[in-house]
């Protein structure tokens, strides 16, 4: 009998907790659906009225001035890097609500003025901020307040891209890479189901693709995908390297950060005239569409790696992921032909690959490929994303993201001297005997 009552008490515990999530994930998804299609919508808005009124790139050092003032003057701490969310989420902190409306506008501004950006980093930091402060209002615990940030971050990410599933699991693995925290898996989930379903009622259009090829997987083939996925982990590793080593050049040649900027804003210019195109500001969502049919120029992938370095790198703000899919889109559209395989499915491999090499998200980056194009040739985008997994090695786009686990063997990883290094066998031992 007893047994039995320990039983039941559990079952009402567990029902309990239950509810309680579910509530406050379809809180959470009322809350980042919205704030994620108005920001998604904003977006658009800007990207199409600069297309429109070409002049507006000329303002662009000036819309730089103003983001470095708002974040030096309101901000001075975080910087608005989507790092902040991951300090805020490992160490249970919540940040500040003037984060939001910082880099809601600040992004909106970069886009409008031609920038080169993206837009999910920023749903990230906006979506984890807006919850963090709720679950502070709703005086939840700190480890709760972890979770709803987690819950705001899925939120946001899915109304914004339309990818509920990877934008779950991109929430549940990418701040500590090989530890998923399952217990956020139902909220976040519900969240993103919600956020998403909000933010197309709104009449924010979901970003998928109709992949017009498929091969079959058989070994020619795959090989074929291998090597596609080492070259995609060579080029994400570059393009890390590339958005951390333009900050610091910028700091040594333009100490001040407003001139920095202006700087930053002068050179966008000079390349867009010197190009004679527009395709590398902005989010460059076109170009990605074009690359998906089959189409895409060389060096297009070069041109907007440049573009988003120096537009992050000076102090515009905005995300890397769109900039990620770009990349991966075109280059994998070019590299694919000389291998063998459809153009088409090169930059949609290119765009998964590329994403979880620059994130270490594998799993997400799997969903991505689902969501986004259907299944279509799935078994091949899981391999693609593996293979580039791990050879990407502990290259990230967040210096914040921490790695738990080597990627080459079943073994643990430390940091020293800045740098993630695969613990020796004795060493591993210490650390089990000490925990």
């Given at each position: 009998?007893?047994?039995?009552?320990?039983?039941?008490?559990?079952?009402?515990?567990?029902?309990?907790?239950?509810?309680?999530?579910?509530?406050?994930?379809?809180?959470?998804?009322?809350?980042?659906?919205?704030?994620?299609?108005?920001?998604?919508?904003?977006?658009?808005?800007?990207?199409?009225?600069?297309?429109?009124?070409?002049?507006?790139?000329?303002?662009?050092?000036?819309?730089?001035?103003?983001?470095?003032?708002?974040?030096?003057?309101?901000?001075?701490?975080?910087?608005?890097?989507?790092?902040?969310?991951?300090?805020?989420?490992?160490?249970?902190?919540?940040?500040?609500?003037?984060?939001?409306?910082?880099?809601?506008?600040?992004?909106?501004?970069?886009?409008?003025?031609?920038?080169?950006?993206?837009?999910?980093?920023?749903?990230?930091?906006?979506?984890?901020?807006?919850?963090?402060?709720?679950?502070?209002?709703?005086?939840?615990?700190?480890?709760?307040?972890?979770?709803?940030?987690?819950?705001?971050?899925?939120?946001?990410?899915?109304?914004?891209?339309?990818?509920p599933l990877a934008a779950t699991v991109f929430t549940l693995e990418v701040v500590d890479v090989g530890a998923m925290q399952y217990a956020a898996l139902l909220p976040c989930l519900v969240s993103a189901l919600v956020g998403v379903w909000i933010s197309r009622t709104m009449g924010l259009a979901p970003t998928a693709f109709a992949l017009d090829a498929a091969?079959?997987?058989?070994?020619?083939?795959?090989?074929?995908?291998?090597?596609?996925?080492?070259?995609?982990?060579?080029?994400?590793?570059?393009?890390?390297?590339?958005?951390?080593?333009?900050?610091?050049?910028?700091?040594?040649?333009?100490?001040?950060?407003?001139?920095?900027?202006?700087?930053?804003?002068?050179?966008?210019?000079?390349?867009?005239?010197?190009?004679?195109?527009?395709?590398?500001?902005?989010?460059?969502?076109?170009?990605?569409?074009?690359?998906?049919?089959?189409?895409a120029l060389p060096w297009a992938f070069v041109c907007k790696m440049l573009f988003t370095a120096l537009t992050l790198g000076c102090g515009f703000k905005g995300g890397e992921i769109v900039p990620i899919f770009f990349t991966g889109a075109t280059f994998g559209c070019v590299a694919a032909p000389l291998l063998g395989l459809p153009a088409p499915l090169g930059a949609a491999l290119g765009m998964a690959a590329l994403f979880c090499g620059c994130t270490n998200s594998p799993l997400a980056s799997i969903c991505l490929g689902l969501e986004v194009f259907g299944g279509q040739c799935l078994p091949l985008f899981a391999l693609v994303c593996a293979v580039s997994y791990m050879l990407s090695s502990y290259f990230s786009l967040y210096h914040e993201q921490h790695f738990l686990h080597s990627k080459l063997r079943i073994a643990g990883v430390q940091r020293l001297h800045d740098h993630w290094v695969e613990a020796e066998p004795e060493e591993e031992n210490e650390l089990s005997a000490g925990k």
């Open positions: 009998m007893a047994t039995m009552q320990q039983h039941l008490r559990s079952a009402a515990h567990y029902l309990a907790v239950c509810a309680k999530w579910l509530a406050l994930a379809v809180l959470a998804g009322c809350v980042t659906g919205p704030l994620g299609a108005a920001f998604g919508l904003a977006l658009n808005w800007a990207n199409a009225t600069r297309a429109a009124q070409s002049w507006l790139l000329y303002l662009l050092p000036v819309g730089g001035l103003v983001i470095v003032f708002l974040y030096r003057h309101f901000d001075p701490d975080g910087g608005g890097s989507t790092n902040q969310v991951f300090v805020a989420v490992r160490e249970r902190k919540v940040l500040t609500l003037r984060t939001a409306p910082l880099i809601f506008f600040s992004t909106v501004v970069t886009h409008l003025l031609g920038g080169s950006s993206g837009r999910e980093g920023a749903a990230l930091l906006l979506g984890g901020s807006v919850l963090g402060q709720l679950g502070q209002k709703l005086h939840l615990s700190r480890q709760d307040c972890r979770q709803m940030t987690m819950c705001g971050m899925a939120g946001a990410f899915s109304a914004i891209f339309g990818t091969v079959d997987a058989d070994p020619l083939n795959l090989a074929r995908v291998v090597v596609l996925g080492a070259l995609l982990a060579a080029l994400s590793i570059l393009f890390c390297e590339l958005l951390h080593t333009a900050p610091k050049l910028y700091a040594r040649f333009f100490p001040n950060p407003y001139l920095r900027v202006v700087a930053g804003g002068v050179l966008l210019i000079a390349l867009t005239t010197l190009l004679d195109t527009t395709d590398y500001n902005g989010a460059g969502s076109a170009v990605i569409a074009a690359a998906i049919a089959g189409q």
